[in-house]
């Protein structure tokens, strides 16, 4: 069953005084610590390309962060950035935030001047912002390849599918 739509929804940078409250918001969507523990990882190695915060009521209900990401090539490497992680309160879920939160951080990417932006997770739910397993298909990864997915953000498909091998902030290596 969906969640009725939050009312004043707002989207907004992090500040460091919302640290505490984005924790309590990661360990409550998953579950756990681990995701909490690589969020202060990426904070503290300054890794993060963006990261933004849904806010309702004065209550942070949701969390996305995008980190550094490198595509390295044979005599070139790529910037992209990767999403990870994307959390929203259970309470809150299939209300349309992580929506919100997606939509808005790939606008302000684009503004940044951001290309590329990856993600592993369900197909099923990133394909409805644009990320496709088959555009990630060329890229070497740790991480299990059905659900790598990539996005181009500013531009159509190019002919070619990007290849290389991606080169995540350390902070993934510790998770
Ligand atoms: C995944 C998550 C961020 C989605 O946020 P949300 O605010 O609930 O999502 P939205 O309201 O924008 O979208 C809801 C839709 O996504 C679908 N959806 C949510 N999680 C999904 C998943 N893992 N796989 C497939 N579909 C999913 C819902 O079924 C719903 O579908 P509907 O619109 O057809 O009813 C949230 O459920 C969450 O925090 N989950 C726990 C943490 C997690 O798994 N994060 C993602 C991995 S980094």
């Known amino acids: 069953m969906s969640h009725s739509p939050v009312k004043q929804?707002?989207?907004?940078?992090?500040?460091?005084?919302?640290?505490?409250?984005?924790?309590?918001?990661?360990?409550?969507?998953?579950?756990?610590?681990d995701e909490v523990a690589l969020v202060r990882k990426l904070?503290?190695?300054?890794?993060?390309?963006?990261?933004?915060?849904?806010?309702?009521?004065?209550?942070?209900?949701?969390?996305?962060l995008f980190s550094r990401l490198w595509i390295e090539q044979d005599h070139d490497r790529l910037a992209a950035v990767a999403l990870a992680p994307l959390a929203v309160l259970?309470?809150?879920?299939?209300?349309?935030?992580?929506?919100?939160?997606?939509?808005?951080?790939?606008?302000?990417?684009v503004q940044q001047g951001e290309r590329l932006s990856i993600v592993?997770?369900?197909?099923?739910?990133?394909g409805r912002f644009g990320y496709?397993?088959?555009?990630?298909?060329?890229?070497?990864?740790l991480y299990p390849a059905q659900y790598l997915q990539l996005k181009y953000l500013t531009e159509s498909k190019p002919c070619t599918t990007i290849q290389g091998k991606l080169i995540y902030a350390s902070a993934f290596g510790e998770s």
């Open 120 to 126: 592993l997770g369900e197909p099923a739910y990133y």
């Open 43 to 64: 904070v503290s190695d300054e890794d993060i390309v963006l990261e933004l915060v849904a806010e309702a009521e004065g209550e942070i209900i949701g969390h996305i």
């Open 90 to 109: 259970p309470a809150h879920q299939r209300a349309g935030i992580g929506h919100a939160l997606i939509e808005e951080a790939h606008r302000l990417l």
């Open 9 to 33: 929804l707002n989207i907004r940078p992090v500040s460091e005084l919302d640290r505490s409250k984005i924790d309590d918001v990661i360990a409550a969507a998953f579950d756990g610590t």
């Open 132 to 141: 496709d397993v088959a555009d990630a298909a060329q890229l070497e990864s």
